[in-house]
């Protein structure tokens, strides 16, 4: 069935450190993938997003690449901030049916 | 402004006392879901509803229903709560469930059951 492995937090960073966190999924078809992020005390909202193999999702410093061959859509960023601590979760819909990965959470220090 | 509201945004209640969780959306959206966000687990998906009177069970669909009267409203109605419903839940709208329309979140509602 549908499926989303994201890299298991928490992730600890220092300020400008670079970012990754994996997302692999197993999806039939090929739907578009997400990346949501929560902060503290909030409901998610949409990161980016890539609709098809090979685009580039990209927003706030973040990118991410829809991957087809190795079913992977890995978030990255180059200097994370202290206000990017929050959680993160990689996701799909098919046919309806949401899935999501467990979620990774960031905390950048100063 | 554009926004997925939900009600109430914290409830403490005891086993087997019916309760409803309403979701409302302004923005015309076709698809509606509810999701329970647990430790370790992220977020599982209810039910869903691709559009007015048409709803679909998610991957926890046990112990809950749900219902589409309206464009607009999606409640979550536990009839008789447990325990292990504990949670903080979140409904989501999206414009359809054609495959690049991202889902907007509530603030979400945390349900304690004791």
């Known amino acids: 069935g549908d499926s989303v492995t994201q890299m298991e937090g928490p992730v600890t960073l220092s300020e400008e450190a670079f970012l990754t966190i994996n997302c692999t999924y197993t999806a039939t078809g090929y739907p578009s993938l997400f990346w949501y992020v929560q902060y503290p005390g909030e409901g998610l909202q949409l990161l980016l997003k890539a609709t098809k193999a090979d685009d580039k999702g990209s927003n706030k410093g973040f990118e991410a690449t829809y991957r087809k061959e190795t079913t992977s859509f890995h978030l990255e960023k180059g200097s994370v901030q202290v206000s990017d601590s929050a959680v993160y979760f990689c996701a799909f819909t098919n046919a309806g049916k949401s899935t999501f990965g467990d979620g990774t959470t960031l905390t950048v220090k100063p | 402004e554009a926004q997925v509201t939900q009600n109430p945004r914290y409830l403490i209640t005891v086993t087997g006392k019916k309760l409803t969780v309403t979701c409302s959306q302004n923005m015309n959206h076709e698809y509606m879901s509810w999701y329970r966000q647990d430790p370790g687990l992220g977020l599982r998906q209810i039910y869903y509803s691709m559009n007015v009177e048409v709803t679909d069970k998610g991957d926890v669909p046990e112990g809950y229903k749900v219902s589409r009267k309206e464009k607009r409203n999606f409640p979550l109605i536990l009839e008789s709560p447990s325990p292990n419903q504990t949670s903080l839940y979140f409904c989501?709208?999206?414009?359809?469930?054609?495959?690049?329309?991202?889902?907007?979140f509530g603030p979400g509602t945390r349900l304690t059951v004791t």
């Open positions: 989501a709208s999206s414009l359809s469930t054609v495959r690049s329309y991202e889902q907007y």
